[in-house]
């Protein structure tokens, strides 16, 4: 069991679906990260909030909006993704930036 | 931001060996952070070494820094079947996102 909890697991979607995927922690962490892992590879920074404030945004693509409705859930909403986009999405969070990160155990995103 | 890179890419022992990785990075540091990812599951935080710190241990892991030569290592003594898993070093500057190097992929066979 992981202190951070991503919804769905798996999920497949079209090119042209709207859908969200969801994080919780109940910590306290004021930080909350979204990353993306594609197979044999390390995790790539998306985006982070600090404080509920998004603070860093690597570059993503607008396809990907993330959202912090409060300090314990983070979203990431997707829409017209394109199949290079299947990946492992990872959601993690920690006390501060420099910190040690918690990480949940991902949804398995397949774009059909 | 800034990437560290393991050494070997990957690593295959037998149970009760151990395991050495190493980490090189390029800048200075404010604490090097290890993890470990089993196959299909999130990253799992095993150490936080600071940069005035040169060694630490937790259960069968060691961490060195070596700051002077941008360097770490992780190793693992007695390894275990459970031990086999993606293990990776994530250099951290002050105010700073981590940055996972390639990793070190570590088989251990029972």
């Known amino acids: 069991d992981t202190e951070v909890t991503q919804t769905p697991k798996h999920l497949v979607m079209g090119m042209t679906n709207k859908k969200s995927l969801k994080c919780e922690q109940h910590?306290?962490?004021?930080?909350m990260y979204w990353y993306k892992q594609k197979a044999k590879k390390p995790p790539e920074l998306m985006f982070v909030?600090?404080?509920?404030?998004?603070?860093i945004n690597e570059s993503v693509p607008s396809r990907f909006s993330p959202e912090c409705p409060n300090s314990s859930l983070l979203n990431l909403h997707l829409h017209a993704l394109q199949p290079e986009d299947s990946a492992l999405y990872l959601c993690?969070?920690?006390?501060?930036?420099?910190?040690?990160?918690?990480f949940g155990d991902g949804t398995r995103l397949s774009i059909l | 931001s800034q990437q560290g890179e393991e050494d070997p890419q990957a690593l295959s022992i037998q149970e009760g060996e151990n395991a050495t990785m190493n980490c090189s990075y390029k800048?200075?540091?404010?604490?090097l952070q290890w993890y470990r990812q089993n196959s299909g599951r999130g990253l799992v935080h095993l150490i936080l070494?600071?940069?005035?710190?040169r060694e630490k241990h937790s259960g069968r892991l060691r961490v060195t820094l070596d700051t002077s030569k941008k360097s770490s290592s992780l190793l693992i003594t007695a390894s275990r079947a459970a031990d086999t898993a993606s293990y990776f070093c994530?250099?951290?500057?002050?105010?700073?996102?981590?940055?996972f190097g390639g990793g070190t992929r570590l088989m251990v066979k029972p």
């Open positions: 993690a969070s920690s006390q501060e930036s420099s910190a040690s990160q918690h």
């Open positions: 909030y600090s404080y509920e404030k998004l603070s």
């Open positions: 800048t200075s540091i404010n604490n």
């Open positions: 070494i600071r940069s005035n710190e």
């Open positions: 910590m306290g962490h004021r930080a």
């Open positions: 994530a250099p951290n500057n002050a105010g700073n996102m981590l940055t």
